[in-house]
T-cell receptor, first 114, second 114 residues
Framework: KAGVTQTPRYLIKTRGQQVTLSCSPI?????VSWYQQTPGQGLQFLFEYFSETQRNKGNFPGRFSGRQFSNSRSEMNVSTLELGDSALYLCASSLERVTYNEQFFGPGTRLTVL | GENVEQHPSTLSVQEGDSAVIKCTYSDSASNYFPWYKQELGKGPQLIIDIRSNVGEKKDQRIAVTLNKTAKHFSLHITETQPEDSAVYFC?????????????FGQGTILTVHP
């Protein structure tokens, strides 16, 4: 089975711009979670989507948003970029169990904000 | 919310030695504890996980133990090899219906010297 794919792998933007990142989950997985990874804050949960609905949300400002399509592919959008948004953005595709999810990560999108 | 503490932040061992990484969590409702290995330029890779109804799980050279009463879990790597060098993260899911959300420890940089 193909793994989680994320596009693009690298992105450079300037402050004030907006960006859209894409994630294709493992075939058959219906849940997708997004995380931000920075050296200072580590891995932080952004949000989770399941069957095109946001199921959980982390403590990030409203500039961070996402959506999921009927084929389970997901996108996240960051508007009005700030320097502090520079990070590795990771998507995780989840195999749903009864009371927990096994999460498999993609390679990430490295976003640099200048 | 859930808080996960991980120690040590760096660990240096000789090839063939054992390595132990420890984590504590705060939410007694957490029921799933995965461990991830992240190599440079890659996304985190799930290497082993444990559920709250199990005290220990082993997979070849890797084992994880869980003490629910004390709210801590540990990763044990035996007969370490240079290719085990990476950053290791522990995580815990959120309780209730938020089990798709993982809270991560700050990571341990493991270096195995040949």
């Amino acid at each position: 089975k193909a793994g989680v794919t994320q596009t693009p792998r690298y992105l450079i933007k300037t402050r004030g711009q907006q960006v859209t990142l894409s994630c294709s989950p493992i075939s058959g997985h219906r849940s997708v979670s997004w995380y931000q990874q920075t050296p200072g804050q580590g891995l932080q949960f952004l949000f989770e989507y399941f069957s095109e609905t946001q199921r959980n949300k982390g403590n990030f400002p409203g500039r961070f948003s996402g959506r999921q399509f009927s084929n389970s592919r997901s996108e996240m959008n960051v508007s009005t970029l700030e320097l502090g948004d520079s990070a590795l953005y990771l998507c995780a595709s989840s195999l749903e169990r009864v009371t927990y999810n096994e999460q498999f990560f993609g390679p990430g999108t490295r976003l640099t904000v200048l | 919310g859930e808080n996960v503490e991980q120690h040590p932040s760096t660990l240096s061992v000789q090839e063939g030695d054992s390595a132990v990484i420890k984590c504590t969590y705060s939410d007694s409702a957490s029921n799933y504890f995965p461990w991830y290995k992240q190599e440079l330029g890659k996304g985190p890779q799930l290497i082993i996980d444990i559920r709250s109804n199990v005290g220990e799980k082993k997979d070849q050279r890797i084992a994880v133990t869980l003490n629910k009463t004390a709210k801590h879990f540990s990763l044990h790597i035996t007969e370490t090899q240079p290719e085990d060098s990476a950053v290791y993260f522990c995580a815990a899911n959120a309780g209730g219906t938020s089990y798709g959300k993982l809270t991560f420890g700050q990571g341990t940089i493991l270096t195995v010297h040949p």
